[in-house]
């Protein structure tokens, strides 16, 4: 089968860093991607990875073992407005361009 | 234009009603794709059209379920007989192209309630 797996939800505060995990188990593999939601908006993207190691965009990170089937989204200096649910998606099957998305994790940040 | 487009935000249907959702994708994006988001659950595929075809339309629940894209841009999805099940956040997407590379711009969805 299919899975993705994050944790439901996180709290940090103001100015910290978190990390967010993904473990992801997919019939093969074409890219991983993250995505931030705020509540009653759509997702927006943040980052792709389809090679092993860390791309790095500002505050936010993310980080890809394959062997692994296992992602991280850093974030450093965390603002209230990171306030969000992050989705981690997997995109599997050559040729199927659909996500397999996780449930999503909703991070809190405290002033 | 600039975003995805869905209309409309909010719809509250009786059970058995049918209901259309419309999207307009951004102009000159050939993938489009529907999403449903549930309380509780991850995203959800439905539907995957590249222009006006559908390779890919294997998340469908049900034959009550069915979308259309004409033109290569607008898309309706369409549900027959609605069910409480049925509740939930339909997102729609488009991408420049099909591909790994690519990722998407969601739409706000629409919210549909069926009581």
């Known amino acids: 089968g299919q899975n993705i797996d994050q944790p439901t939800e996180m709290t940090a505060t103001e100015g910290a860093i978190v990390q967010i995990n993904c473990t992801y188990q997919?019939?093969?593999?074409?890219?991983l991607f993250w995505y931030q939601q705020h509540a009653g908006e759509a997702p927006t993207f943040l980052s792709y990875?389809?090679?092993?190691g860390l791309e790095e965009k500002g505050r936010f990170s993310s980080f890809l073992s394959r062997s692994k089937g296992y992602s991280y989204l850093l974030l450093k200096e965390l603002q209230m407005k990171d306030s969000a649910s992050y989705l981690c998606a997997v995109r599997g099957l050559s040729g199927t361009y659909k996500y397999i998305f996780g449930t999503g994790t909703r991070l809190k940040v405290l002033a | 234009g600039a975003g995805v487009s869905q209309s409309p935000s909010n719809k509250v249907t009786e059970k058995g009603k049918d209901v259309e959702l419309r999207c307009d994708p951004i102009?000159?994006?050939?993938?489009l794709y529907w999403y449903r988001q549930s309380l509780g659950q991850g995203l959800e595929f439905l539907i995957y059209f590249q222009g006006n075809s559908a390779p890919d339309k294997s998340g469908l629940p049900s034959d009550r379920f069915s979308a259309e894209r004409t033109g290569g841009s607008v898309s309706t999805l369409t549900i027959q007989r609605t069910q409480q099940e049925d509740s939930a956040v339909y997102l729609c997407?488009?991408?420049?192209?099909?591909?790994?590379?690519?990722?998407?711009?969601f739409g706000s969805g629409t919210r549909l309630t069926v009581v």
């Open positions: 990875n389809v090679l092993d």
């Open positions: 997407a488009s991408s420049i192209a099909a591909g790994p590379n690519y990722g998407y711009t």
């Open positions: 997919t019939s093969g593999f074409n890219g």
């Open positions: 102009s000159g994006h050939t993938a």
